[in-house]
Protein backbone atom coordinates (compact mmCIF):
# COMPACT_ATOMS: atom_id res chain seq x y z
CA UNK A 1 0.00 0.00 0.00
CA UNK A 2 1.45 3.11 -0.74
CA UNK A 3 1.39 6.08 1.80
CA UNK A 4 -1.06 7.84 0.06
CA UNK A 5 -3.36 4.79 0.09
CA UNK A 6 -2.51 3.92 3.72
CA UNK A 7 -3.90 7.89 4.77
CA UNK A 8 -6.72 7.65 3.01
CA UNK A 9 -7.65 4.14 4.16
CA UNK A 10 -7.59 4.93 7.99
CA UNK A 11 -11.42 5.55 8.50
CA UNK A 12 -12.07 1.95 6.75
CA UNK A 13 -9.08 0.44 8.92
CA UNK A 14 -10.18 2.28 11.82
CA UNK A 15 -13.84 0.78 11.65
CA UNK A 16 -12.72 -2.38 11.14
CA UNK A 17 -10.04 -2.33 14.08
CA UNK A 18 -12.62 -1.25 16.58
CA UNK A 19 -14.81 -4.45 15.98
CA UNK A 20 -11.81 -6.45 15.95
CA UNK A 21 -10.84 -4.79 19.23
CA UNK A 22 -14.21 -4.68 21.02
CA UNK A 23 -14.32 -8.78 20.33
CA UNK A 24 -10.81 -8.86 21.67
CA UNK A 25 -10.97 -6.83 24.46
CA UNK A 26 -14.00 -9.60 25.54
CA UNK A 27 -11.71 -12.39 25.96
CA UNK A 28 -9.26 -10.16 28.01
CA UNK A 29 -8.90 -11.02 31.51
CA UNK A 30 -8.99 -7.21 32.94
CA UNK A 31 -8.60 -7.83 36.52
CA UNK A 32 -5.24 -7.20 36.94
CA UNK A 33 -4.76 -4.68 34.93
CA UNK A 34 -7.42 -2.67 37.46
CA UNK A 35 -4.98 -3.03 40.16
CA UNK A 36 -1.67 -2.62 41.43
CA UNK A 37 0.80 -0.93 38.60
CA UNK A 38 0.45 -0.54 34.96
CA UNK A 39 3.19 -0.31 32.88
CA UNK A 40 3.10 0.30 29.25
CA UNK A 41 5.89 -0.05 26.26
CA UNK A 42 6.96 0.49 22.62
CA UNK A 43 9.33 1.87 20.50
CA UNK A 44 9.27 4.30 17.38
CA UNK A 45 5.77 5.63 16.63
CA UNK A 46 4.54 2.91 19.20
CA UNK A 47 6.10 5.00 22.03
CA UNK A 48 4.40 8.33 21.14
CA UNK A 49 1.24 6.62 21.20
CA UNK A 50 1.24 5.91 24.77
CA UNK A 51 0.56 9.50 25.77
CA UNK A 52 -3.06 9.37 25.80
CA UNK A 53 -4.20 5.97 27.61
CA UNK A 54 -1.00 6.87 30.40
CA UNK A 55 -2.44 10.52 31.21
CA UNK A 56 -6.39 8.93 31.03
CA UNK A 57 -5.39 6.55 33.10
CA UNK A 58 -3.59 8.34 35.25
CA UNK A 59 -6.38 11.15 35.57
CA UNK A 60 -8.91 8.35 36.73
CA UNK A 61 -6.44 7.37 40.05
CA UNK A 62 -4.39 4.90 38.32
CA UNK A 63 -0.97 4.27 38.91
CA UNK A 64 0.13 3.98 34.99
CA UNK A 65 3.67 4.67 33.52
CA UNK A 66 5.07 4.58 30.64
CA UNK A 67 8.68 2.90 30.77
CA UNK A 68 10.51 2.77 27.39
CA UNK A 69 11.34 -0.59 26.18
CA UNK A 70 14.86 -0.86 26.22
CA UNK A 71 14.69 0.02 29.87
CA UNK A 72 12.42 -2.69 30.13
CA UNK A 73 14.59 -5.27 28.73
CA UNK A 74 16.72 -4.66 31.96
CA UNK A 75 15.63 -7.37 34.49
CA UNK A 76 15.22 -5.00 37.68
CA UNK A 77 13.23 -2.88 35.10
CA UNK A 78 10.79 -5.56 34.13
CA UNK A 79 10.07 -6.10 37.86
CA UNK A 80 7.97 -2.44 38.17
CA UNK A 81 4.92 -3.35 37.43
CA UNK A 82 2.10 -5.70 37.92
CA UNK A 83 0.88 -5.43 34.36
CA UNK A 84 2.15 -4.89 30.97
CA UNK A 85 0.93 -3.42 27.70
CA UNK A 86 3.50 -3.61 25.11
CA UNK A 87 2.88 -2.50 21.79
CA UNK A 88 4.29 -3.14 18.46
CA UNK A 89 2.73 -3.14 15.02
CA UNK A 90 5.05 -6.01 13.37
CA UNK A 91 5.46 -7.92 17.19
CA UNK A 92 8.79 -8.12 16.07
CA UNK A 93 10.47 -5.23 18.34
CA UNK A 94 13.53 -6.41 19.17
CA UNK A 95 13.76 -4.33 22.15
CA UNK A 96 9.73 -4.66 23.19
CA UNK A 97 10.47 -8.53 22.58
CA UNK A 98 13.24 -8.31 24.74
CA UNK A 99 11.18 -6.52 27.43
CA UNK A 100 8.75 -9.49 27.38
CA UNK A 101 11.09 -12.13 28.02
CA UNK A 102 12.12 -10.28 31.05
CA UNK A 103 8.87 -10.04 32.42
CA UNK A 104 8.47 -12.95 34.60
CA UNK A 105 4.73 -13.89 35.84
CA UNK A 106 3.00 -10.85 35.48
CA UNK A 107 0.12 -10.77 32.85
CA UNK A 108 0.79 -8.96 29.38
CA UNK A 109 -1.24 -7.66 27.37
CA UNK A 110 0.22 -7.22 23.32
CA UNK A 111 -0.88 -4.65 21.38
CA UNK A 112 0.42 -5.87 17.53
CA UNK A 113 -1.22 -6.66 14.36
CA UNK A 114 0.65 -9.82 13.73
CA UNK A 115 -0.76 -12.67 15.75
CA UNK A 116 1.89 -14.92 14.52
CA UNK A 117 4.28 -12.31 15.82
CA UNK A 118 6.79 -13.04 18.71
CA UNK A 119 5.18 -10.75 21.05
CA UNK A 120 1.54 -11.54 20.13
CA UNK A 121 3.05 -15.49 21.17
CA UNK A 122 4.45 -14.79 24.34
CA UNK A 123 1.46 -12.21 25.99
CA UNK A 124 -1.21 -13.32 27.59
CA UNK A 125 -3.89 -11.81 25.04
CA UNK A 126 -3.57 -9.63 21.55
CA UNK A 127 -5.61 -6.80 21.14
CA UNK A 128 -4.66 -6.23 16.88
CA UNK A 129 -5.02 -2.97 14.77
CA UNK A 130 -7.23 -3.21 12.10
CA UNK A 131 -7.67 -5.79 8.89
CA UNK A 132 -5.61 -3.14 6.87
CA UNK A 133 -1.37 -4.03 5.54
CA UNK A 134 0.54 -0.93 7.03
CA UNK A 135 2.19 1.35 4.73
CA UNK A 136 6.45 1.46 5.10
CA UNK A 137 6.09 4.74 6.68
CA UNK A 138 3.58 4.32 9.22
CA UNK A 139 -0.08 5.43 9.01
CA UNK A 140 -2.82 2.72 9.81
CA UNK A 141 -1.00 1.63 12.47
CA UNK A 142 -0.01 4.48 14.27
CA UNK A 143 -3.98 5.95 14.18
CA UNK A 144 -5.20 2.04 14.97
CA UNK A 145 -2.81 1.64 18.15
CA UNK A 146 -4.21 5.14 19.60
CA UNK A 147 -7.81 3.61 19.16
CA UNK A 148 -6.96 0.42 20.52
CA UNK A 149 -4.81 1.79 23.35
CA UNK A 150 -7.99 4.01 24.03
CA UNK A 151 -10.44 1.56 24.24
CA UNK A 152 -8.36 -0.67 26.60
CA UNK A 153 -8.22 1.93 28.91
CA UNK A 154 -11.97 2.38 28.67
CA UNK A 155 -12.20 -0.93 29.54
CA UNK A 156 -10.00 -0.77 32.11
CA UNK A 157 -11.53 1.69 33.86
CA UNK A 158 -15.33 0.28 33.09
CA UNK A 159 -16.61 3.72 30.88
CA UNK A 160 -17.82 4.83 27.67
CA UNK A 161 -15.62 8.29 27.65
CA UNK A 162 -15.45 7.69 23.94
CA UNK A 163 -17.96 7.22 21.50
CA UNK A 164 -15.39 4.69 18.80
CA UNK A 165 -17.92 4.00 16.56
CA UNK A 166 -18.00 7.68 15.38
CA UNK A 167 -14.39 8.29 14.73
CA UNK A 168 -13.86 6.34 11.36
CA UNK A 169 -16.62 9.65 10.62
CA UNK A 170 -14.35 11.70 11.86
CA UNK A 171 -11.46 10.76 10.50
CA UNK A 172 -12.90 10.60 6.80
CA UNK A 173 -14.10 14.57 7.64
CA UNK A 174 -11.03 15.23 8.79
CA UNK A 175 -9.44 14.31 5.91
CA UNK A 176 -11.77 15.52 3.64
CA UNK A 177 -11.52 19.31 5.20
CA UNK A 178 -7.71 19.37 5.08
CA UNK A 179 -7.17 17.67 1.93
CA UNK A 180 -8.75 21.03 0.85
CA UNK A 181 -6.14 23.15 2.81
CA UNK A 182 -3.25 20.87 2.59
CA UNK A 183 -1.44 22.10 -0.58
CA UNK A 184 -1.76 26.30 1.07
CA UNK A 185 -0.10 24.58 4.68
CA UNK A 186 2.52 22.38 2.92
CA UNK A 187 3.28 25.64 0.58
CA UNK A 188 4.27 27.74 3.23
CA UNK A 189 7.01 25.25 4.40
CA UNK A 190 8.09 24.51 1.10
CA UNK A 191 12.07 25.51 1.51
CA UNK A 192 12.14 24.43 5.68
CA UNK A 193 15.18 23.06 6.46
CA UNK A 194 14.34 21.36 10.26
CA UNK A 195 10.89 21.10 11.89
CA UNK A 196 9.92 21.49 15.34
CA UNK A 197 6.69 19.65 16.39
CA UNK A 198 4.87 20.73 19.99
CA UNK A 199 1.96 19.40 21.94
CA UNK A 200 0.58 19.58 25.05
CA UNK A 201 -1.01 17.08 27.02
CA UNK A 202 -2.74 14.24 24.31
CA UNK A 203 -1.04 16.29 21.69
CA UNK A 204 2.19 15.36 23.19
CA UNK A 205 1.73 11.80 20.91
CA UNK A 206 1.08 14.23 17.84
CA UNK A 207 4.06 15.97 18.37
CA UNK A 208 6.12 13.07 18.59
CA UNK A 209 4.67 11.29 15.84
CA UNK A 210 5.01 14.61 13.84
CA UNK A 211 8.77 14.41 14.02
CA UNK A 212 9.49 10.72 13.45
CA UNK A 213 7.25 11.28 10.69
CA UNK A 214 9.17 14.05 8.79
CA UNK A 215 12.17 12.93 9.50
CA UNK A 216 11.37 8.97 7.83
CA UNK A 217 9.19 10.64 4.86
CA UNK A 218 11.35 14.01 3.98
CA UNK A 219 14.83 12.99 5.85
CA UNK A 220 14.87 16.75 7.55
CA UNK A 221 16.13 17.18 11.17
CA UNK A 222 12.92 17.36 13.51
CA UNK A 223 12.22 17.53 16.92
CA UNK A 224 8.83 16.82 18.98
CA UNK A 225 8.70 18.32 22.51
CA UNK A 226 6.05 19.47 25.21
CA UNK A 227 4.47 22.49 25.06
CA UNK A 228 5.78 23.70 28.78
CA UNK A 229 9.08 22.20 27.88
CA UNK A 230 9.21 23.88 24.49
CA UNK A 231 9.23 27.17 26.20
CA UNK A 232 11.79 26.83 28.40
CA UNK A 233 15.12 26.86 25.92
CA UNK A 234 14.37 24.41 22.65
CA UNK A 235 12.73 27.11 20.63
CA UNK A 236 15.98 29.19 20.89
CA UNK A 237 17.19 28.32 16.88
CA UNK A 238 13.83 29.74 15.39
CA UNK A 239 13.81 31.05 12.69
CA UNK A 240 11.89 31.27 8.61
CA UNK A 241 13.83 28.44 7.99
CA UNK A 242 11.65 25.76 10.55
CA UNK A 243 8.26 24.67 10.23
CA UNK A 244 6.48 24.43 13.37
CA UNK A 245 3.69 22.26 14.07
CA UNK A 246 1.71 22.79 17.10
CA UNK A 247 -1.34 20.79 18.78
CA UNK A 248 -3.69 22.39 20.97
CA UNK A 249 -5.39 24.97 22.19
CA UNK A 250 -4.60 26.45 25.10
CA UNK A 251 -1.09 27.83 25.17
CA UNK A 252 -0.12 26.17 22.20
CA UNK A 253 -2.33 29.04 20.69
CA UNK A 254 0.08 31.79 22.00
CA UNK A 255 2.85 30.15 21.15
CA UNK A 256 1.86 29.37 17.63
CA UNK A 257 1.80 33.39 17.11
CA UNK A 258 4.95 33.76 18.59
CA UNK A 259 6.80 31.33 16.75
CA UNK A 260 4.89 33.44 13.50
CA UNK A 261 6.19 36.00 14.56
CA UNK A 262 10.03 35.31 14.36
CA UNK A 263 8.68 34.29 10.34
CA UNK A 264 8.46 30.67 11.10
CA UNK A 265 5.78 28.89 8.82
CA UNK A 266 3.26 27.34 11.59
CA UNK A 267 0.53 24.92 11.70
CA UNK A 268 -1.38 24.90 14.37
CA UNK A 269 -3.84 22.09 14.92
CA UNK A 270 -6.73 22.35 17.61
CA UNK A 271 -7.28 26.71 17.19
CA UNK A 272 -7.10 29.20 15.09
CA UNK A 273 -4.71 31.84 15.89
CA UNK A 274 -3.64 34.98 13.67
CA UNK A 275 -0.91 35.04 11.22
CA UNK A 276 -1.05 30.78 11.02
CA UNK A 277 -2.50 28.06 9.04
CA UNK A 278 -4.78 26.32 11.66
CA UNK A 279 -7.09 23.42 10.90
CA UNK A 280 -9.86 22.26 13.61
CA UNK A 281 -10.46 19.11 14.01
CA UNK A 282 -13.90 18.14 15.13
CA UNK A 283 -14.32 17.71 18.93
CA UNK A 284 -13.75 14.67 20.30
CA UNK A 285 -12.74 13.41 23.91
CA UNK A 286 -8.84 13.49 24.60
CA UNK A 287 -8.14 9.93 24.07
CA UNK A 288 -9.60 10.51 20.56
CA UNK A 289 -7.88 13.65 19.52
CA UNK A 290 -4.56 12.66 18.31
CA UNK A 291 -6.20 9.92 15.96
CA UNK A 292 -7.43 13.40 14.08
CA UNK A 293 -4.65 15.35 14.78
CA UNK A 294 -1.95 13.55 12.90
CA UNK A 295 -4.30 13.32 9.93
CA UNK A 296 -3.74 17.13 8.38
CA UNK A 297 -0.05 16.48 9.16
CA UNK A 298 0.48 12.89 7.53
CA UNK A 299 -1.02 15.04 4.12
CA UNK A 300 1.06 18.28 4.00
CA UNK A 301 4.14 15.66 4.54
CA UNK A 302 2.60 13.79 1.73
CA UNK A 303 2.51 16.80 -0.31
CA UNK A 304 6.07 18.03 0.82
CA UNK A 305 7.81 14.72 0.17
CA UNK A 306 5.97 15.43 -3.75
CA UNK A 307 7.44 18.37 -3.96
CA UNK A 308 10.69 17.42 -3.04
CA UNK A 309 11.03 14.69 -5.28
CA UNK A 310 10.77 12.36 -2.34
CA UNK A 311 8.89 8.51 -2.51
CA UNK A 312 7.66 7.85 0.65
CA UNK A 313 8.33 4.11 0.41
CA UNK A 314 10.76 3.00 3.39
CA UNK A 315 13.59 3.86 5.58
CA UNK A 316 17.39 4.26 3.58
CA UNK A 317 18.93 3.58 6.79
CA UNK A 318 17.22 0.65 8.44
CA UNK A 319 19.25 -1.57 10.80
CA UNK A 320 19.34 -4.91 10.69
CA UNK A 321 18.96 -5.66 14.68
CA UNK A 322 16.18 -3.61 14.92
CA UNK A 323 12.99 -6.76 14.33
CA UNK A 324 13.00 -9.97 14.81
CA UNK A 325 13.98 -12.35 11.72
CA UNK A 326 10.92 -14.16 12.44
CA UNK A 327 8.97 -10.83 12.09
CA UNK A 328 7.64 -9.22 9.67
CA UNK A 329 9.26 -6.02 9.17
CA UNK A 330 6.95 -2.51 9.26
Not at 4 to 11: I, N, S
Not at 31 to 48: D, K, Q
Not at 96 to 115: F, K, Q, S, Y
Not at 165 to 193: G, I, K, N, Y
Request: glycine share 10%.
Amino acid sequence: MTFREGVFAQPENLRGAAAATRDALAEVDLARLREGTLVLSGIGASWHALVPAVRALRAAGRRAFAVPAPDLADAPAARLGDAFVLVSQSGASAETVAALERIDGAPVVAVTADAASPLARGAAARLPLGPLPDTSVATLSYTATLQALGMLCDAILERESERWDDLPHLAAQTLEVATADSDAAAARMARVRAVDAVGGGAGLASAGETALLVREALRLPATGAETREYLHGPMEPVDPDFGCFVFGAGRERRLAETLAGYGAPVVLIGAAAPGVHAFRPPPTGELAAPVLQILPVQLIVMRLAASRGLAIDGLRRQQDDTKLPTGKAA
